[in-house]
Nanobody, 121 residues
Framework: QVQLVESGGGLVQAGGSLTLSCAAS????????MAWYRQAPGRQRELVAF???????GYADSVKGRFSISRDNGKDTVHLQMNSLKPEDTAVYYC???????????????WGQGTQVTVSS
């Protein structure tokens, strides 16, 4: 099993910045991808950003140019630097990791518990 611990959420004024972190631990053989999702009240969970094992990154159109995802391979940790935050960025942010726990095993999907980000206007 893989455990994820998220940190860094909080309350910030519009235009401010926050950095979210997600540390993976447990039985990890390899990590295929690490990503951040968010879910606002009454809305579906949506992909915010992802980073593949190759280093390739992708972003939702709504955050391009403002958010940056990075991975610390040595620590199996992923960060989401969020700049120029807007009230519409308010949501619970979830870390998702796709990983294998052994060479022959399948790729499993693991979710963090979520961290609240609130942007005031």
């Amino acid at each position: 099993q893989v455990q994820l611990v998220e940190s860094g959420g909080g309350l910030v004024q519009a235009g401010g910045s926050l950095t979210l972190s997600c540390a993976a631990s447990g039985s990890i053989f390899s990590i295929h991808s690490m990503a951040w999702y968010r879910q606002a009240p009454g809305r579906q969970r949506e992909l915010v950003a992802f980073v593949l094992s190759s280093g390739y990154t992708g972003y939702a159109d709504s955050v391009k140019g403002r958010f940056s995802i990075s991975r610390d391979n040595g620590k199996d940790t992923v960060h989401l630097q969020m700049n120029s935050l807007k009230p519409e960025d308010t949501a619970v942010y979830y870390c998702k990791v796709e990983a294998k726990d052994n060479y022959n095993g399948p790729i499993g999907s693991y979710w963090g518990q979520g961290t609240q980000v609130t942007v005031s206007s």
